[in-house]
């Protein structure tokens, strides 16, 4: 059987490569959204009728019903979910501007969570699917200047374990994406930078600064990341990954920061233990 593919933010990074990845695979369909489908002409030479473009905003949620209703009348099913629409914030946290860390929580919380409420009885009823949520290396270590961003991201952490443990015996499973750097418009013009003002953040800005000269310049290739994400959903499941650090900056400063979590509760083992007795 098909296995239909419904991923957002298909116009540019990650999300483009997977689009045109899938686009190219036998037996599979591919609903690509995007917030302007104008941005998705790149797919019309693979189209053969196994591709369903769709203006989706996953901001607007009546944009999200319509998008996967189209996705039910076309294909009746939605096998994976790829929930990769994603922006990033610089700033320092005592400058960065409100209105602009809560439209990162929009995009990248409130957005995955609306689409994964959509897609989630489709998927019970069907008694199979994958839900693959884009999170970061920053979903699991912090940087200075990115605190919304980082916040927005171990959100996507939190929320996407919850939900692995509760479709597990439902045939659904999740995978977290965490990727290091990777060359698409990420840190360029899908982050917002604010630099910072005060002469006390002054080496903030060079930090921010650098970030913006290495868009485009990362190690990690999107067209490499789209490979194994595809071989991983098809040919892995049975042991897919609930999380996945991609790059090797990526998995090693995770493994760096879990280790040192570790050893942080080892030493003070006995006094978080101490807690659990009564106080006289
Ligand atoms: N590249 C990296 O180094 C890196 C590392 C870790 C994690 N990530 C994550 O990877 C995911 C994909 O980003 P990317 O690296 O591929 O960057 P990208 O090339 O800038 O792609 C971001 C995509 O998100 C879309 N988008 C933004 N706001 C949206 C909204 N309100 N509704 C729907 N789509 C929206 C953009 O669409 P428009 O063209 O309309 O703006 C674009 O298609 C993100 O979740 C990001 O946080 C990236």
Known sequence: MKKTWMITGTSTGFGRSLATYLAQQPDINLVATARHTADLTYLDQYNRG??????LDVTQPEQIERAVGSAMEQFQRVDVLVNNAGIGYFGSFEESDLLDAKQVFDVNVWGLVNMTRTVLPVMRHQGTGTIVNFSSIGGLYSFPTLAFYHGSKYAVEGISETIAKE?????????????????????????????????????????IEDNEKGAHHEPGDPDRAARIIYDQV????ATLPLRLPLGKFAVDTAIEKYSQMEQLFQANYDLSVSADQREK
């Open 234 to 237: 098809m040919n892995h499941q």
């Open 50 to 55: 196994q591709i369903l473009k769709q203006s």
């Open 167 to 207: 479709v597990q015996n439902l045939g659904i499973k999740v995978m977290l994406v965490e990727p290091s750097g990777f060359r698409t418009d990420w840190a360029g013009r899908s982050s917002h930078k604010m630099l910072p003002t005060h002469s006390d953040y002054a080496p903030l800005k060079q930090f």
